[in-house]
Structure formats: structure tokens, C-alpha cells
């Protein structure tokens, strides 16, 4: 536990900021193996290449991550006026989002579980 009064405590905690440019979608409808086949591909690559990937993969998640990493950029230019030339994806990763759990009525009277798997995708930004 850290020594001090509550409110100095916060105000350090709060020092410690993240200034990277960034965008988060929460509880996607896609699972994290499906998004991270489209992550892995635009991992370090610079932002415009990054969007032409995007553009022309085929992938349901890759319609997710483009719009994601359009408001990415947006975030970086109005928030942080940087250059969206100069941008490129630093950190890109899928977290597990809650599973929502439907069942399938099979023969005989039983029932099977499907799954239908969310994620929290994030895309973090930096200039070269």
C-alpha cells in the first residue's frame, strides 16, 4: 500500500498517463483468434499501408479494425496534432469479451450450447 494523503496518491497515479494516440472497441462480435489473424498482419506497419491491408482482406474483423484504426488516427490528429503520415500501429491486440451462450435445439430432445464469442479490440498509435 502506498504511503501519503488519498489525494496525493491519485495525483501521482494519475502522472502516469499514456499519451499514445489510440482506439478501443469493446465487445465486438468477432472472437479474439478471428481478430488477431487481422491484427498480426498490420502490426507495425505504417498507417496509410496499414489501411490498404485492411481494405482489401477479406476477413469480417477486418471491416471491425479498419473503422477502428480510421478513428485511431482521427484521435491522433485532432487530440494529439500529429501527422497521419508519420503514424504507425505500435500495439494491437484482442482481449476476450464476455461469451454469450444460445442453445440449439438437436435430435431426441437434447439441446446444444453454442457460443457466440465477444472481444475488446485496441489499436495504439506512434509517430516515427
Not at 19 to 44: E, H, M, N, W
Not at 77 to 87: C, D, Y
Not at 95 to 121: C, D, F, L, V
Amino acid at each position: 500500500m502506498s504511503k501519503g494523503h488519498r489525494s496525493r496518491i491519485k495525483r501521482e497515479r494519475n502522472a502516469i498517463k499514456d499519451t499514445r494516440p489510440s482506439a478501443k472497441l469493446s465487445y465486438a462480435r468477432v472472437s479474439v483468434q478471428k481478430a488477431c489473424f487481422v491484427l498480426d498482419a498490420i502490426r507495425g506497419k505504417g498507417t496509410t499501408e496499414a489501411l490498404g491491408i485492411l481494405m482489401y482482406n477479406t476477413r469480417y474483423a477486418s471491416s471491425l479494425i479498419e473503422k477502428l484504426l480510421k478513428s485511431a488516427i482521427a484521435n491522433a490528429e485532432n487530440n494529439n496534432s500529429m501527422n497521419a503520415e508519420n503514424l504507425y500501429i505500435e500495439e494491437c491486440y484482442a482481449n476476450k469479451g464476455p461469451t454469450m451462450k444460445r442453445i440449439k435445439p438437436r435430435a431426441q430432445g437434447r439441446a446444444y450450447r453454442i457460443e457466440k464469442r465477444t472481444s475488446h479490440i485496441t489499436l495504439v498509435l506512434n509517430e516515427r
